[in-house]
């Protein structure tokens, strides 16, 4: 079973944000929806990159710690 997508997340520290399946860029003066299909598309695969990123980070956090080789030189 996959956790439940929030409502609205921000992709990364950049402006775009993804609120109920639309992407706005948001900043201090206001918010504007995102209407050019090509963006959309290339903030969709960034958000896909940045999602995969942060699980193999998660994935490599939850692994074992396994000694390195050099603190094992000499030992077998």
Avoid: C, H, K
């Avoid at 706005?24 to 695969?45: K, N, Q, R, Y």
């Avoid at 942060?54 to 094992?72: C, F, K, W």
């Amino acid at each position: 079973m996959s956790a439940p997508t929030p409502r609205s997340a921000r992709l990364a520290q950049s402006p775009a944000v993804l609120r109920e399946g639309r992407w706005w860029l948001v900043a201090d003066a206001g918010s504007v929806p995102v209407a050019d299909p090509a963006f959309i598309t290339v903030l969709d695969g960034f958000a896909e990159a940045v999602a995969a990123a942060d699980r193999a980070v998660a994935d490599l956090r939850a692994r074992p710690s396994e000694p390195s080789a050099s603190n094992t030189r000499g030992r077998r």
